[in-house]
């Protein structure tokens, strides 16, 4: 999501990505839609009132640990979406949030493939 020329980026807290700044978002509860799902995972982590519209990009996250056995595989679907409102309040599984220029891209922690999407889709 982008506002006034920023796209909104979260601190992961936890791993996978710990430490990582990334695309706001969770597990999809079972029922949910994959917007429903988005739209809660965002006022969980940051706090603002979204609506979530089709996704624009799909990837696997796998981490192994040293001895080569997965810890986690994540299939991650990034979705379009349009803020409605509130203020950020970085909380959940975000240790902080923020409103992210494009040229912070270049010395924020934030994985290749996160950094490649934002730069093609969004800035």
Same mark, same amino acid.
């Given at each position: 999501?982008?506002?006034?020329?920023?796209?909104? +980026?979260?601190? #992961?807290?936890?791993? *996978?990505?710990?430490? =990582?700044?990334? /695309?706001?978002?969770?597990?999809?509860?079972?029922?949910?839609?994959?917007?429903?799902?988005?739209?809660?995972?965002?006022?969980?982590?940051?706090? +603002?009132?979204? #609506?979530?519209?089709? *996704?624009?990009?799909? =990837?696997?996250? /796998?981490?192994?640990?040293?001895?080569?056995?997965?810890?986690?595989?994540?299939?991650?679907?990034?979705?379009?979406?349009?803020?409605?409102?509130?203020?950020?309040?970085?909380?959940?599984?975000?240790?902080?949030?923020?409103?992210?220029?494009?040229?912070?891209?270049?010395?924020?922690?934030?994985?290749?493939?996160?950094?490649?999407?934002?730069?093609?889709?969004?800035?």
């Amino acid at each position: 999501m982008t506002r006034n020329g920023r796209v909104l +980026l979260v601190k #992961r807290k936890h791993a *996978p990505g710990e430490g =990582f700044w990334a /695309i706001p978002g969770g597990s999809v509860e079972l029922g949910e839609t994959l917007q429903e799902a988005a739209e809660r995972e965002i006022k969980e982590e940051t706090g +603002l009132t979204i #609506r979530a519209r089709s *996704p624009v990009h799909t =990837f696997d996250v /796998i981490e192994r640990d040293a001895a080569g056995r997965i810890q986690f595989h994540y299939v991650i679907v990034d979705l379009m979406a349009d803020y409605e409102r509130g203020e950020l309040n970085p909380d959940d599984d975000a240790c902080d949030a923020r409103w992210v220029l494009p040229e912070e891209l270049e010395v924020l922690p934030v994985s290749q493939s996160t950094r490649d999407l934002l730069k093609t889709l969004f800035l």
